[in-house]
């Protein structure tokens, strides 16, 4: 069965801090891994992975895959009161399926 | 707003009865999903079209809930018979073509059964 499992479950920083999110997985056929972020509402799209070593980054966020090791991580440099969510990880696996199975989520609090 | 919407955003109703929800995708985007999510968990999912046809299900949608997708645009959710351990954020999610893309969400219908 497929597993997907986010570190840590929850995280509490400062403002300023910069912090690293994990995803691991179990998955097989393994296709794509998501980042979304899900503050009281909708899950919103950060970024979509494919490959492995190619660094997405998009404003002072940053992902990256390693697809022999099994994770990715999910970096938020220089953090503020408006990155505190819950941040998501999902894959597509198998074949033909158009599921995406999600962990279950890493809470950041962001404190002034 | 040209994102996903759902209506009702919430929902309360009482053990047995049956209940309905919408969702209106991103215009043109031909796929559709329904997941659902509780508390302290991530998003899982019930089922998904690609135009009207509806081609997965999850194990998790039992034979109370129903889905449809007519038109190849908007599309319904029923659950009949509703039992408490229904109470869920209902999520729906819309994407543009084929193979894996990103799934953008609406803000989802909160079901509470009393």
């Known amino acids: 069965e497929d597993k997907v499992v986010q570190s840590p479950l929850s995280l509490v920083v400062h403002e300023g801090d910069t912090v690293t999110l994990n995803c691991s997985y179990e998955?097989?056929?393994?296709?794509?891994l998501l980042w979304y972020k899900q503050e009281k509402k909708a899950p919103t799209f950060l970024f979509m992975l494919t490959s492995s070593g190619i660094e997405k980054k998009s404003g002072r966020l940053s992902s990256i895959l390693d697809k022999k090791e099994l994770f990715s991580i999910l970096n938020i440099t220089a953090t503020q009161t408006g990155d505190s969510a819950v941040y998501l990880c999902a894959f597509y696996s198998g074949a033909g399926s158009y599921q995406l199975t999600f962990g279950k989520g890493t809470k950041l609090s962001v404190i002034p | 707003d040209t994102g996903v919407s759902q209506n009702p955003r919430h929902k309360i109703t009482k053990r047995g009865q049956n209940v309905t929800f919408r969702c209106d995708p991103i215009?043109?985007?031909?796929?559709l999903y329904w997941y659902r999510q509780t508390l302290g968990q991530g998003p899982e999912f019930l089922t998904y079209f690609q135009n009207e046809a509806q081609l997965e299900k999850s194990r998790l949608l039992s034979d109370r809930f129903s889905a449809e997708r007519p038109k190849g645009s908007f599309s319904t959710l029923e659950i009949q018979r509703t039992e408490q351990g229904d109470s869920a954020m209902y999520l729906c999610?819309?994407?543009?073509?084929?193979?894996?893309?990103?799934?953008?969400f609406g803000p989802g219908t909160r079901l509470l059964v009393l």
């Open positions: 998955v097989t056929n393994f296709r794509s």
């Open positions: 215009s043109e985007h031909n796929r």
């Open positions: 999610a819309s994407s543009l073509g084929a193979g894996e893309k990103t799934q953008y």
